[in-house]
């Protein structure tokens, strides 16, 4: 009998993730998307099957999977009357991919378990070129019977798939995955910018310092683009802002020590400022650029 899939959240990362769960054998994969005109055009694209709500969706699942915007959304998705828990069989699994709160995850885990279903949240790293190419990095956080089963179907779209723990331990590592990469990038930014500045020849500099340990994803993956000022490459300013203030959130329930991060959050909300919150990531060298002062 074919495995049922239900995968809620067609945005840039949910439309080409659905779309790999979508070849898989033996299994049947039903979509909902806030804007159904978007599921209209999964489906004409992919196998599957459409819910009229996301209560539609759950009914029936083995596997329900969301990526959606932030903790608002999975309140409004999971919860209540007509949420997916109200309507997800006993024994279903459900796997977040949204970045959202520790807290959240831990709540809605809670509350999976009351219900006898199971609870994974598994936000990702990569972005949308990760996964339309199926290599994204997911970090999971849940039961490990959960991860177990889940694992074999979260390959299909996954460079790397590791259990951090329980329930909360996934959003908890991609806070650090987004603290490490802001830094990275703030770091990128200026080193350009003092190139720049400095009228070095800007490619042949990256040429020698890709090759040592200045080296990073984001230099081979967006340096080029950052010299071209073109930043429609990937996530966006708004999203970081998210993400960046649910780490902020967590350090100050922990104790962390954050400078840098807030330094760059501060950055980001700059990049906003000036019309740049759809840009990508990469967009802190632009406020650099905006800001230059001259000696």
């Given at each position: 009998?074919?495995?049922q899939?239900?995968?809620?959240?067609?945005?840039?990362m949910?439309?080409?993730?659905a779309?790999?769960?979508?070849?898989?054998?033996?299994?049947?994969?039903?979509?909902?998307?806030?804007?159904?005109d978007?599921?209209?055009?999964?489906?004409?694209?992919?196998?599957?099957?459409?819910?009229?709500?996301?209560?539609?969706?759950?009914?029936?699942?083995?596997?329900?999977?969301?990526?959606?915007?932030?903790?608002?959304?999975?309140?409004?998705?999971?919860?209540?009357?007509?949420?997916?828990?109200?309507?997800?069989?006993?024994?279903?699994?459900?796997?977040?991919h949204?970045?959202?709160?520790?807290?959240?995850?831990?709540?809605?885990?809670?509350?999976?378990?009351?219900?006898?279903?199971?609870?994974?949240?598994?936000?990702?790293?990569?972005?949308?070129?990760?996964?339309?190419?199926?290599?994204?990095?997911?970090?999971?956080?849940?039961?490990?019977?959960?991860?177990?089963?889940?694992?074999?179907?979260?390959?299909v779209?996954?460079?790397?798939?590791?259990?951090?723990?329980a329930?909360?331990?996934?959003?908890?590592?991609?806070c650090?995955?987004?603290?490490?990469?802001?830094?990275?990038?703030?770091?990128?930014?200026?080193?350009l910018?003092?190139?720049?500045?400095?009228?070095?020849?800007?490619e042949?500099?990256?040429?020698?310092?890709?090759?040592?340990?200045?080296?990073?994803?984001?230099?081979?993956?967006?340096?080029?683009?950052?010299l071209?000022?073109?930043?429609?490459?990937?996530?966006?300013?708004?999203?970081?802002?998210?993400?960046?203030?649910?780490?902020?959130?967590?350090?100050?329930?922990?104790?962390?020590a954050?400078p840098?991060?807030?330094l760059?959050?501060?950055?980001?909300?700059?990049?906003q400022?000036?019309?740049?919150?759809?840009?990508?990531?990469?967009?802190?060298?632009?406020?650099?650029?905006?800001?230059?002062k001259?000696?």
């Amino acid at each position: 009998m074919a495995m049922q899939i239900s995968f809620i959240g067609l945005g840039v990362m949910g439309y080409p993730m659905a779309g790999h769960l979508a070849g898989l054998k033996e299994v049947q994969v039903r979509v909902w998307n806030r804007s159904s005109d978007k599921s209209r055009r999964w489906l004409e694209e992919y196998p599957g099957s459409l819910a009229e709500s996301p209560a539609e969706a759950a009914a029936g699942a083995d596997l329900i999977i969301t990526c959606v915007g932030a903790d608002p959304d999975l309140a409004a998705l999971y919860l209540g009357p007509d949420g997916i828990m109200a309507h997800a069989p006993a024994g279903a699994l459900l796997v977040d991919h949204t970045t959202a709160s520790a807290q959240m995850a831990r709540n809605l885990a809670e509350e999976a378990q009351r219900r006898q279903l199971q609870w994974l949240d598994a936000p990702v790293s990569g972005g949308q070129q990760g996964a339309q190419k199926g290599q994204l990095t997911i970090m999971c956080g849940g039961e490990k019977t959960a991860f177990e089963r889940a694992r074999p179907v979260l390959d299909v779209y996954a460079r790397a798939i590791n259990h951090l723990g329980a329930a909360g331990a996934g959003q908890l590592t991609k806070c650090v995955n987004q603290i490490a990469v802001a830094g990275v990038l703030q770091g990128l930014a200026e080193g350009l910018h003092f190139a720049e500045e400095a009228g070095l020849n800007r490619e042949a500099v990256l040429q020698v310092i890709s090759q040592g340990a200045a080296q990073s994803w984001q230099m081979d993956n967006r340096s080029a683009t950052m010299l071209a000022e073109q930043y429609e490459h990937g996530f966006a300013v708004d999203w970081m802002r998210k993400d960046l203030a649910i780490c902020l959130q967590e350090a100050r329930s922990n104790g962390a020590a954050l400078p840098a991060t807030a330094l760059i959050d501060q950055f980001y909300g700059d990049v906003q400022g000036i019309g740049g919150g759809r840009w990508d990531t990469s967009s802190l060298l632009e406020r650099l650029r905006r800001n230059r002062k001259k000696p």
